[in-house]
Nanobody, 116 residues
Framework: QVQLMESGGGLVQAGGSLRLSCAAS????????VGWYRQAPGKQREVVAR???????NYADFVKGRFTISRDYAKNTIFLQMNSLKPGDTAVYYC??????????WGQGTQVTVSQ
């Protein structure tokens, strides 16, 4: 069983930056895919950034050029560097991992609030 724990959320002014971390209980090397999702109040959960097969990275249009997803195999950690934050980025951000055998895991979420 994989356990994920997000951290790094908080309150930041528009234009500021945050770095989210997702610590995994096991090796993320074996994962088929890792990613970050977010859910704002009254809205559906949406994908923010994802690393899938062949290491290919996909970003939602609304974060391209501002956010960067990365992973540190040695630390078993997935990161989301968020720059040029906007009030519309306010949401709970969730870490996601899919293992090679198809099991999907989620973290508990971390709150990101961006003020004007």
């Amino acid at each position: 069983q994989v356990q994920l724990m997000e951290s790094g959320g908080g309150l930041v002014q528009a234009g500021g930056s945050l770095r989210l971390s997702c610590a995994a209980s096991g090796s993320i090397f074996s994962a088929n895919a890792v990613g970050w999702y977010r859910q704002a109040p009254g809205k559906q959960r949406e994908v923010v950034a994802r690393i899938g097969q062949f290491g290919i990275t996909n970003y939602a249009d609304f974060v391209k050029g501002r956010f960067t997803i990365s992973r540190d195999y040695a630390k078993n950690t997935i990161f989301l560097q968020m720059n040029s934050l906007k009030p519309g980025d306010t949401a709970v951000y969730y870490c996601n991992l899919i293992t090679r055998d198809g099991m999907e895991y989620w973290g508990q979420g971390t709150q990101v609030t961006v003020s004007q």
